[in-house]
């Protein structure tokens, strides 16, 4: 696949995708302050202050799965050369996006007691992650957005 024309969405959902990738690897600078805040879990917030390595190389494989995502978000926007299996990585990465985002409805239905803050306002995000994503594959693939 060819990119002919700059694309803004899949442009915001790359850079998206680079912004929490920099917050993951932030996490594991500030530690279990951070972790705790962006909703990692005690457990792991604990590990982390007790030196544990776990909590760390976890966040930084999210870090580096997040990156890639938006190394993909570039190259369906035109700003990077096109990557190998583009098309089938931004589909896979939309429908990732969106099953978090969407996760939360059968917390919420079912165990309305694990639902918390974090949870509604992180799902908010990645629907807002995966929209810029669809819109964007929408684009490149000549449907009507």
């Keep these: 696949m060819v990119q002919e024309s700059f694309n803004l969405?899949?442009?915001?959902?790359?850079?998206?995708?680079?912004?929490?990738?920099?917050?993951?690897?932030?996490?594991?600078?500030v530690g279990a302050r951070w972790y705790r805040f962006f909703?990692?879990?005690?457990?792991?917030a604990q590990a982390a202050e007790r030196g544990e390595r776990l909590p760390d190389i976890v966040t930084a494989g999210i870090a580096l799965v997040l990156l890639s995502w938006a190394l993909f978000g570039f190259s369906g926007s035109g700003?990077?050369?096109?990557?190998?299996?583009?098309?089938?990585?931004?589909?896979?990465?939309?429908?990732?996006?969106l099953l978090?985002?969407?996760?939360?409805i059968p917390l919420f239905l079912f165990a309305r007691a694990k639902t918390t803050?974090?949870?509604l306002w992180s799902s908010l995000v990645c629907f807002g992650f995966a929209l810029a994503y669809w819109i964007g594959i929408a684009q490149i693939s000549g449907w009507q957005v």
């Design 9 to 29: 969405s899949l442009a915001i959902g790359g850079f998206l995708s680079l912004i929490a990738s920099l917050l993951h690897v932030g996490i594991i600078i």
């Design 117 to 119: 803050p974090f949870l």
């Design 79 to 97: 700003l990077i050369p096109v990557l190998p299996m583009l098309k089938p990585a931004l589909l896979a990465i939309a429908s990732i996006y």
């Design 39 to 44: 909703g990692a879990g005690e457990r792991f």
């Design 100 to 104: 978090r985002a969407l996760a939360i």
